[in-house]
């Protein structure tokens, strides 16, 4: 297996052998790795059955969690490379600085409830919550982040886009049955919407299987066009042949 | 403050640990206007509370309105086998429906009745269905409510930052100390009040449901500033982890597949646990197959099935069902649902286990049975605390959620650990941010005990030795996976205490390699001082009970003793030696006596 080692300032790939066992996942091999040659492999991991969303990295080029990647899906004898998420700065080996998404999801409007039922329990219907319940299963593994090529592609866009992940969680908040809030200028201004041009990339990494591009973008899109038309954003869109 | 050497930080309430119970700490804290902190080892939302699966027990009423907290009581107190703090389990019981509720106020999305209320499923040793569930990834939607609530609190977050020592000015605790992963580099926080909210100790055993955050560290912290620990030997191990393939075993397998129809069966296809009723739990369990499975839509005139039983009991049953030969072709016992409910149902109720036993061990559990076997999962005693105020031993020091112990007794019903952590979370930060805003003296941080604590973390850096943390983990987790597992002897535990000492000898021969930053293997090194703590609480606590009750059986003494039952084990530290004694359980209002003797 081939591990990126190293820092901000360089490193690079290093080969390990190890002998595997039945049932091993890339994440057991990086375990391995870590108590026979490598002590001080950094990795970060806590559940390791793929519902904490820590141990996100890219494996053989494809975003995915390790503790997920069962070995026999990789041709036997030849070498796995894992490396860290590209699309955010390296801390150390398979570690990256995450913090981007953190300090978006701050700025996210909150949750806000209407007036609850004279008991004062919620009535929700659940056909009307199983969108919402789709969204709410986002592990915060960041994968959806990483591919996307608005900040992959381009750091300097971080500052005006929340990405996928944040879009799934707005459209939680929008499509929740109880909220009361209009989130239409903040999509538009802050999270920057209109960058995504609907590659889907995001929806094909997500281990939840949630569609973000169908169930979440498009439809937030949508309600941005009706609760909001602004000529300039559009013209902007236009201009720089975004759709 | 004599800190000038290190980054510093001043509040009036830190919260260790981002679970649900910090979580919920730190929002009342900051509620009540105290200027507050939050530190967890991973990063926000990767706490254990994140993999929970099957749901928050609160007697909402919602599925049996005969529901209420008096039955939540009672249930709780005869699952661990009347060891809990009665208090605890009155408040927790009577207080876990507002907080649910609060939950769903916060934006929390729970699996829905016909009318439009929360839904609340089957668990074992609940007299009705009362665990307020999503799917089964309830932990998620907890702690991502509590999170995205928090965010916009105030509250000053220290994410992938250990905490090695807690800092104390005469009696009282005025700070804290620890290390950032990331760059290695120390922060001290100076502070009136410290909840401890580190959750467990799983991390002790080989198989295990638990993260690698699990070694125990806020025991610790509790131990060497001189709270007590009570319960310690009653650990509980889940009945059914994975076991197939040899990677994944002890990863959990949730009860909620027996709550929504699942049975266990052996080798020969028999449903066993029938055979394993104990009189304690005779009058309400059912004794046929087909009473059992009426009893899943009919609660009324059938009684609860034995694959339901608290899960010290079903654990014993598995253990006793391999070792008699009856076990799975890997060591564990089958667990079926495929043959008992339709496929459609199982992937909407249980999709997380659909997902994790295809992925991980190509098993369809809508076609084949799981195959499963006990694993180390919660630690059901824990720091001693008073029961309204969450306060240990120490002026300053909180517990709450899973490093606290007493709600649970000598055995944790499934459900229960969730509600524990909203209750009991809420109520420490109310009385630290209290505490906190009614302390007028001064406090000073003391730079010896500070830069004794530096010293100690950088030791493995400096030392000359040649021992790897990652085998010395490994074989303490081979000591009490063998020595002090599910079934106790005497011989045993001794050789377990014995193994510990020269296991912490070579702890102090440990070498790393490598810079400070996020070192995984230094990490490593420091945590192991909590595990061997903790093991050795552990063992030395189960050689004081002479007796079996709950998550504790001593194969030597494999009756409940009577008196025992009157008395907790409780550990402290007395300079470097841990002390073992019994002291006698709180007593119990004559009111809440009734309402255990009452009906069955
Ligand atoms: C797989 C699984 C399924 C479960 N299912 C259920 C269920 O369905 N229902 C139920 O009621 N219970 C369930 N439980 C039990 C329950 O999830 C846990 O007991 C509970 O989440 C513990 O919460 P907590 O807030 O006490 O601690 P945790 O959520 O574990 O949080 C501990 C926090 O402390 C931090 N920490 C620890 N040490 C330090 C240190 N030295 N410095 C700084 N920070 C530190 C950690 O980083 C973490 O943030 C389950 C447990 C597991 C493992
Ligand atoms: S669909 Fe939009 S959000 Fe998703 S990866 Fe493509 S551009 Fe990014
Ligand atoms: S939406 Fe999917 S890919 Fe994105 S962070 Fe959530 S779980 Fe990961
Ligand atoms: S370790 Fe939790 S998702 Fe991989």
């Not at chain 1, 904490?52 to 890219?58: F, I, L, N, R, V």
């Not at chain 2, 109310?430 to 030791?459: I, S």
């Not at chain 2, 063998?482 to 102090?508: D, F, H, N, W, Y």
Request: hydrophobic share 40%; glycine share 10%; proline share 4%.
């Amino acid at each position: 297996m081939r591990v990126w080692r190293g820092d901000a300032k360089g490193g690079a790939f290093k080969e390990f052998r190890v002998p595997t066992e039945e049932g091993m996942v890339v994440l057991d091999v990086i375990h391995k790795i870590q108590a026979t040659q490598a002590a001080d492999l950094a990795v970060r991991w806590n559940c390791k059955a793929g519902k904490c969303g820590s141990c996100s990295a890219e494996v053989n080029g494809r975003p995915r969690l390790m503790c997920m990647a069962r070995m026999n899906l990789f041709p036997a004898g030849e070498p796995i490379t894992v490396a860290p998420m590209k699309t955010f700065p390296l801390i150390r080996d398979l570690v990256t600085d995450v913090s981007f998404n953190y300090e978006v999801a701050k700025t996210i409007p909150a949750f806000k409830p209407g007036r609850a039922e004279p008991d004062g329990t919620f009535r929700m219907m659940q056909e009307d919550i199983d969108r919402g319940q789709e969204f709410h299963k986002c592990i915060e593994c960041f994968l959806c982040q990483n591919v996307c090529h608005v900040i992959r592609d381009h750091p300097e866009n971080k500052p005006m886009f929340g990405g996928p992940r944040f879009f799934v969680r707005l459209a939680a908040l929008e499509m929740h049955p109880m909220d009361t809030d209009a989130r239409a200028e903040y999509l538009r201004l802050k999270a920057g919407l209109g960058f995504c041009n609907i590659t889907k990339c995001c929806t094909e990494v997500c281990p939840e299987h949630i569609k973000i591009t169908d169930n979440a973008i498009i439809p937030l899109k949508e309600r941005v066009v009706t609760e909001h038309y602004d000529p300039v954003v559009w013209l902007f869109r236009k201009l720089s042949g975004r759709r | 403050m004599a800190l000038d050497k290190h980054e510093a930080h001043e509040f009036d309430v830190v919260v260790i640990g981002a679970g649900g119970a910090g979580l919920r700490a730190a929002i009342e804290a900051s509620a009540q206007g105290a200027k507050t902190a939050l530190i967890c080892k991973s990063l926000l939302g990767k706490a254990h509370t994140v993999m929970a699966e099957g749901g928050i027990a609160a007697a909402l009423g919602n599925i049996y309105p005969e529901d209420n907290w008096k039955v939540h009581f009672r249930d709780t107190m005869r699952g661990g086998k009347l060891l809990n703090n009665w208090r605890m389990a009155q408040l927790h019981a009577q207080e876990a429906p507002d907080r649910v509720r609060e939950l769903e106020a916060w934006g929390a999305l729970f699996d829905r009745t016909a009318d439009g209320r929360i839904l609340q499923r089957d668990f074992g040793g609940h007299r009705y269905a009362r665990l307020a569930h999503v799917g089964d990834r309830t932990g998620l939607e907890m702690i991502r409510t509590l999170q995205q609530h928090a965010v916009h609190k105030g509250i000053d977050v220290f994410m992938e930052c250990t905490i090695t020592g807690l800092l104390k000015d005469g009696g009282r605790v005025c700070g804290a100390f620890g290390y950032w992963r990331e760059s290695g580099r120390f922060v001290a926080f100076k502070t009136k009040a410290v909840v401890l909210a580190t959750g467990g100790i799983g991390k002790a055993w080989k198989f295990s449901s638990n993260s690698w955050e699990y070694t125990g560290d806020g025991v610790t912290l509790a131990l060497d500033a001189g709270a007590h620990l009570i319960d310690m030997e009653c650990y509980q191990f889940h009945p059914t982890g994975m076991v197939w393939p040899p990677s994944v075993r002890g990863i959990l397998v949730t009860e909620g597949v027996r709550g929504d129809g699942g049975t266990l069966k052996n080798a020969l296809g028999e449903r066993f646990m029938f055979k394993y009723i104990p009189d304690f739990f005779r009058a309400e369990t059912a004794d046929t197959e087909e009473e059992a499975d009426r009893w899943y839509t009919d609660k009324k005139n059938n009684r609860r099935t034995p694959d339901l039983l608290p899960r010290d009991e079903v654990a014993r049953a598995i253990n006793a069902e391999v070792k008699a030969g009856r076990g799975s072709p890997h060591g564990g016992v089958f667990l079926d649902i495929a043959s008992r409910r339709d496929a459609e149902y199982i992937k909407r109720r249980l999709p997380s286990m659909y997902h994790q036993f295809k992925e991980l061990a190509d098993v369809d559990i809508t076609k084949e049975p799981m195959e499963v076997g006990p694993t180390a999962h919660y630690m059901n005693g824990g720091v001693r605390v008073d029961a309204d105020t969450a306060t240990t031993a120490v002026p300053g020091l909180f517990a709450a959620g899973e490093v606290a112990g007493g709600l649970h007794g000598a055995n944790r019903l499934g459900g229960n650990s969730l509600s524990d952590l909203l209750v009991f979370g809420r109520r420490a930060g109310l009385h630290a941010a209290q505490y906190a805003k009614n302390f007028k003296g001064t406090l000073t941080v003391d730079a010896g005990q500070v830069e004794a604590l530096a010293r100690e973390c950088l030791e493995p850096f400096e030392r000359r030795g040649g021992e790897n943390p990652y085998a010395i983990h490994q074989d303490l987790q081979e000591c009490m996976q063998s020595l002090v597992g599910i079934i106790r002897t005497e011989g045993e535990l001794k050789k377990a205490l014995e193994e510990l000492t020269s296991l912490r000898e070579r702890c102090r021969r440990i070498k790393i390699n490598g810079n400070r930053n996020f070192n995984p293997a230094w990490h490593l090194a420091l945590d192991l001082r909590s595990l061997l703590t903790v093991s050795e609480a552990v063992t030395r606590a189960a050689l004081e009970r002479k007796e079996s009750r709950g998550g504790h059986t001593r194969d030597d003494y494999p009756k409940a003793d009577p008196e025992l039952g009157k008395v907790n084990v409780v550990v402290r530290k007395a300079g470097d030696e841990l002390t073992v004694i019994r002291e006698p359980r709180p007593e119990m209002p004559q009111e809440l006596k009734t309402l255990l003797a009452g009906d069955k």
